[in-house]
C-alpha cells in the first residue's frame, strides 16, 4: 500500500502563485513516476504534469511554462509549483503514483492516488 497526502492548495487570485506538495509513504514502486492531475466541477479529471524517478517530465500544453513538477526522491515528495494562475486552473488537484514513465498521462494507469487539494483562482 502506499499513502499520498496533498498539502498547499488554497484560495489565490489570478496571476498569483501556489505550490502543491504531495508526501509518499508505505510502499513505494523502485522507479515509480509521480502525477498531477486536476478535475474542475463537471469535468473529467485532466492531466497536469509527471515526474520521473530520474527526473524526466511531461506537462500538458495548458499549464506549460507556468507549472513545474519537481521531486525529492530521499524524502518522497513530488511539488507542483504554480505561477500565472488562471481561473481555468480552478479545480481540486490530486497526486498519483505508477510504476514507470510509460503512460505517463494517462489516470487510470496509475496505481495509488491521494484525497487531493482545492484550489481556487479567483478573478
Known amino acids: 500500500q502506499v499513502q499520498l497526502v496533498e498539502s498547499g492548495g488554497g484560495l489565490v487570485q489570478v496571476g498569483g502563485s501556489l505550490r502543491l506538495s504531495c508526501a509518499a509513504s508505505?510502499?513505494?514502486?523502485?522507479?515509480?513516476?509521480m502525477g498531477w492531475f486536476r478535475q474542475a466541477p463537471g469535468k473529467e479529471r485532466q492531466f497536469v504534469a509527471a515526474?520521473?524517478?530520474?527526473?524526466?517530465?511531461m506537462y500538458a500544453d495548458s499549464v506549460k511554462g507556468r507549472f513545474t513538477i519537481s521531486r525529492d526522491n530521499v524524502k518522497n515528495t513530488v511539488y507542483l509549483q504554480m505561477n500565472s494562475l488562471e481561473p481555468e486552473d480552478t479545480a481540486v488537484y490530486s497526486c498519483?503514483?505508477?510504476?514507470?514513465?510509460?503512460?505517463?498521462?494517462?489516470?487510470?494507469?496509475?496505481?495509488?492516488w491521494g484525497q487531493g487539494t482545492q484550489v481556487t483562482v479567483s478573478s
Open positions: 498519483a503514483v505508477k510504476s514507470g514513465f510509460g503512460g505517463a498521462t494517462i489516470s487510470t494507469l496509475y496505481n495509488y
Open positions: 515526474i520521473s524517478w530520474s527526473g524526466s517530465k
Open positions: 508505505g510502499r513505494t514502486f523502485s522507479s515509480n513516476t
